[in-house]
C-alpha cells in the first residue's frame, strides 16, 4: 500500500547542486564558511582538499544529513532544507563514514534499500549490480566478512540500487588498494556515461579527481580556494598535476592568479 | 526503472525495515535465545516467591497473612515484562542501526520518520511475543496462573504498557541518536528507573504520600493497580484503563516531539554521519 501525496514537480531545467553561502559552524569551528557553486546535470565534480578542509561537511549538508547554520542547499530543484524527502529517491551516496548491518548478506541488504527506494523489478536490478559490480559469488555473504575492497563494491551497488540521477561519493576509493581502486573508479565512470548522472566527488586523490572530474572545487579551510576544470587549475598554477597545485594551495605557495 | 514516489506513507517502506530486522533476528539465533532466556528465569523466580509467600502466608495466624491472592507477584512479573520487553524491542532495533553505522544510510534513504517509527513499534511486538508468549503458557504449566483467563482486561493491560514502553524507546533512542552510543546505557536501564515508582509489585498505598503523586503521572501505575483490583477484588477497573490511556497519548506524544527533536538537533551537531561512542 502507497498513500501518496501530490507531487509537485522538481524544476527540470535547475543545475543538479546549488548551493550558496553555505556555512556550518561548530562552536569556535567554522568547518564550512560561505561556500557557493552549483553543479551542472551529468557532469563530474571533485570536490578537493586535505583533511578537515570542509569536504565530508559540505556533502553532509547537501545529502541534508547535517544542518546548515546558514545558507541554501537545491538539490534539482528542491530546497534540501525544507523539503528534501521529495528528491531523496532520485539520490543516494557512498562515504567511508557508514555501514551496512554485517550480519546481513550482502543479497539481503541490497534488497532491504531496493525496497526502501522503492525499487519494482529489484531481483532483476540486484542482478544487474552483481554482474556490474562482480559480487555474484559475494550475494550470499554477510557483508560483516568481506574485505574492504568488496565492501566498498557493495557500498556501490547500494548506492546505484535506485540508479540515482544524483550521486554523492564521499572518499570512495580511500583505504581500497590500488587495483580495487581503479576498478571503482572505472565502474564510477562507466555509470556516468550509462546513465548521465550527476556525480559529486569528495576525495582528497588527486589522481582519482584528474581522471574522473570534469570540474574541481579546491576548498581550504571550509572556504572554496579554487574552482575550474582541472586543464585550467594547471594553466593557472602553471603546474603539470594537480597534485602541485593542491599543495600550493595547502601551503599556501602560490595563489591563483 | 520503475520506482514508486517517495513522497507520503509507504508500508511497503515500513515492510522493508521489517524484513532488514527479521533477517537480523533469523541470522543470530543468540538473539532469539536472549529474547526468550530472561523472561522465562523472571517468571520461574517469580513464580517460586509467589508459591513460598503463599505457603508461609497460609501458615501464619489470620492477623498476620499477606493476603496475596493467586498470581499477583507473578501476573505483576508478567506485565512488567511487557512493559521492559517492548521498550528493549523498540530500542535494541533502534540500536542496532547505531552498532552497524546504517543510520545515516536510513536517514539518506526516502524512509521517513514516521515510517521509522512504525516500523520499530512492530519490531517490538514481533521481539516481545516470541518471548512472551512461551512464557504465559509456561506459567499455567507450572504455577497454574492463567493470565488469559483474565480475559479482555489483557488486553486493555497490553495496550496501555505497550504505548508506554514505546514512548520510552522512542525517548531513549532519541537520546542515542543525538549523544551517541555513550548514551546506550540509558537504553538497558531506564525502565528500572519506573519500577519502583509504578508499584508493580506492591499498591501505590505503599508509597509515601509525595512519592505517590509522582506514581499517578505513570501511566503504568494505573495498569499495575488494575491488575491487583482484578485479581484480589476481582473487578475490572475500566476508569483507571482510561486514565492510563489518555496518559499515554500524553507520553506518546512527547516522545514523538523530543524524538523529531533530538534528530534535528544530532543533524545540526553533524552527528549523524559520526554515530559511535
Redesign the interface.
Known amino acids: 500500500m502507497h498513500i501518496a501525496a501530490p507531487q509537485r514537480p522538481c524544476e527540470p531545467t535547475a543545475p543538479a547542486i546549488e548551493v550558496e553561502a553555505l556555512t556550518k559552524a561548530y562552536k569556535r569551528l567554522v568547518a564550512v564558511d560561505h561556500v557557493s557553486f552549483s553543479v551542472a546535470r551529468g557532469s563530474v565534480t571533485g570536490l578537493l582538499g586535505g583533511n578537515g578542509a570542509g569536504k565530508t561537511t559540505t556533502i553532509g549538508m547537501i545529502m541534508g544529513l547535517i544542518l546548515p547554520t546558514s545558507g541554501k542547499v537545491n538539490v534539482l530543484g528542491v530546497d534540501m532544507l525544507a523539503e528534501r524527502h521529495r528528491v531523496l529517491a532520485r539520490m543516494n551516496f557512498e562515504s567511508p563514514y557508514v555501514d551496512m548491518p554485517h550480519r546481513l548478506t550482502v543479497r539481503q541488504n541490497l534488497e532491504v534499500f531496493g525496497r526502501l527506494y522503492g525499487i519494482g523489478d529489484l531481483e532483476i536490478r540486484i542482478s544487474v549490480l552483481a554482474k556490474d559490480l562482480a559480487l555474484e559469488d559475494l550475494l550470499d555473504r554477510p557483508s560483516g566478512q568481506l574485505s574492504a575492497g568488496q565492501k566498498t563494491r557493495v557500498a556501490l551497488a547500494k548506492a546505484l540500487i535506485n540508479e540515482p540521477e544524483v550521486l554523492l561519493l564521499d572518499e570512495p576509493t580511500a583505504s581500497l588498494d590500488p587495483d580495487t581502486a581503479d576498478w571503482v573508479r572505472t565502474h564510477i565512470e562507466t555509470y556516468r556515461r550509462g546513465s548521465g548522472a550527476t556525480i559529486l566527488l569528495a576525495s582528497h586523490n588527486m589522481r582519482e579527481v584528474e581522471r574522473l572530474c570534469d570540474r574541481v572545487i579546491m576548498l581550504k579551510e571550509g572556504r572554496v580556494a579554487g574552482d575550474a576544470s582541472p586543464g585550467e587549475l594547471l594553466a593557472r598554477f602553471g603546474r603539470d598535476s594537480l597534485e602541485e597545485v593542491f599543495l600550493d594551495l595547502a601551503r599556501g605557495r602560490r595563489r591563483a592568479p | ?13 515500513v ?3 521489517l ?2 530486522y527479521l ?2 533476528l533469523r ?2 539465533p543468540p538473539r532469539i535465545l536472549d529474547l526468550i532466556y530472561w523472561p522465562l528465569v523472571q517468571m520461574l523466580t517469580w513464580g517460586f516467591l509467589q508459591t513460598y509467600l503463599a505457603k508461609a502466608s497460609a501458615a501464619a495466624p489470620i492477623a498476620g497473612r499477606l493476603g496475596l491472592a493467586a498470581g499477583t507477584l507473578i501476573g505483576a512479573m508478567l506485565l512488567w515484562d511487557i512493559l521492559f520487553r517492548g521498550q528493549l524491542g523498540f530500542s535494541v532495533s533502534f540500536l ?1 542501526e547505531m552498532w ?13 520518520v514516521g515510517e521509522f517509527i512504525l516500523a520499530l513499534t512492530a519490531m517490538s511486538i514481533i521481539r516481545l511475543s516470541i518471548g512472551f508468549l512461551p512464557v504465559t503458557f509456561l506459567a499455567i504449566l507450572f504455577f497454574g496462573f492463567n493470565l488469559w483467563g483474565l480475559g479482555l482486561a489483557v488486553g486493555f493491560f497490553f495496550a496501555n504498557l505497550i504505548l508506554t514502553s514505546w514512548a520510552i524507546g522512542l525517548l531513549c533512542s532519541g537520546v542515542v541518536l543525538r549523544y551517541g552510543l555513550a548514551a546506550e546505557s540509558l537504553v538497558w536501564t531506564v525502565m528500572f528507573l519506573m519500577q519502583p515508582l509504578a508499584c508493580v509489585f506492591y499498591p501505590v498505598g505503599v508509597l509515601p504520600k509525595p512519592l505517590q503523586a509522582f506514581a499517578w503521572m505513570l501511566p503504568p501505575t494505573y495498569v499495575f493497580e488494575g491488575l491487583r483490583g482484578l485479581l484480589i477484588h476481582h473487578a475490572f477497573r475500566a476508569d483507571l484503563m482510561g486514565e492510563a490511556f489518555v496518559l499515554n497519548v500524553l507520553l506518546f506524544s512527547v516522545a514523538v516531539i523530543g524524538f523529531r527533536r533530538m534528530l ?1 538537533d544530532a ?4 552527528s ?3 554515530t559511535g561512542e
Open positions: 526503472m520503475n520506482r514508486t514516489p517517495a513522497e507520503g506513507l509507504s508500508l511497503r517502506r515492510g522493508a525495515m524484513r532488514r533477517y537480523l541470522s543470530s542496532e552497524s553505522r546504517n543510520i545515516a544510510n536510513l536517514m539518506m534513504s526516502p524512509l521517513r534535528l543533524r545540526r551537531a553533524g549523524l554521519l559520526q
